[in-house]
T-cell receptor
Framework: KAGVTQTPRYLIKTRGQQVTLSCSPISGHRSVSWYQQTPGQGLQFLFE???????NKGNFPGRFSGRQFSNSRSEMNVSTLELGDSALYLC????????????FGPGTRLTVT | AQSVTQPDIHITVSEGASLELRCNYS??????LFWYVQSPGQGLQLLLK??????LVQGIKGFEAEFKRSQSSFNLRKPSVHWSDAAEYFCAVGVNNDMRFGAGTRLTVKP
């Protein structure tokens, strides 16, 4: 099976703009989670989608949003970008609940200038 | 508060030496426990996981981890480190449909 893919891999945006990142999970996986990774804050959970519904949400402002499509592909959107949003955004998929391992994509490196 | 703690931010070991990376968690019940490794520019790869049963679990790349309920710990070990093990290691717990990660331990391997 193909692994988790994320597009684009690198992105440079300007403060105030918005950005959309895409994640294609492993075939058959219905759960997709998003994480933000920064040197200062480490890996922080953004949200999880399961069968097109947000199942869980981390502690991020409303500028961060996501959705999942019927084919389990997911997108996350960040509006009104701030410098502090510069990070590696990781997507992970799994085919079960909290006891099932997550498979991570390579991430999208977002730089906000 | 619920948390995952990796006390060591950075560890340096010589190639061939043994390794132990520490992880402590603070949750009401025994959570699902994982160790992941991240090489530069890459996503995370699962090394091993613990749900129940035998408290010593074997993983890939020669790693093992021991769950100690009394200490709320899940330490990662490897008897002999290889230069290719240089990476960042994350302990994680799975609780209520999400996964919480520790801050990570960066491993440097000296020749």
């Amino acid at each position: 099976k193909a692994g988790v893919t994320q597009t684009p891999r690198y992105l440079i945006k300007t403060r105030g703009q918005q950005v959309t990142l895409s994640c294609s999970p492993i075939s058959g996986h219905r759960s997709v989670s998003w994480y933000q990774q920064t040197p200062g804050q480490g890996l922080q959970f953004l949200f999880e989608y399961f069968s097109e519904t947000q199942r869980n949400k981390g502690n991020f402002p409303g500028r961060f949003s996501g959705r999942q499509f019927s084919n389990s592909r997911s997108e996350m959107n960040v509006s009104t970008l701030e410098l502090g949003d510069s990070a590696l955004y990781l997507c992970a998929s799994r085919d079960g609940g909290p006891g099932v391992e997550q498979y991570f994509g390579p991430g999208t490196r977002l730089t906000v200038t | 508060a619920q948390s995952v703690t990796q006390p060591d931010i950075h560890i340096t070991v010589s190639e061939g030496a043994s390794l132990e990376l520490r992880c402590n968690y603070s949750y009401g019940a025994t959570p699902y426990l994982f160790w992941y490794v991240q090489s530069p520019g890459q996503g995370l790869q699962l090394l091993l996981k613990y749900f129940s049963g035998d408290t010593l679990v074997q993983g890939i790349k020669g790693f093992e981890a021991e769950f100690k309920r009394s200490q709320s710990s899940f330490n990662l070990r490897k008897p002999s480190v290889h230069w290719s093990d240089a990476a960042e290691y994350f302990c994680a717990v799975g609780v209520n449909n999400d996964m919480r990660f520790g801050a990570g331990t960066r491993l440097t391997v000296k020749p």
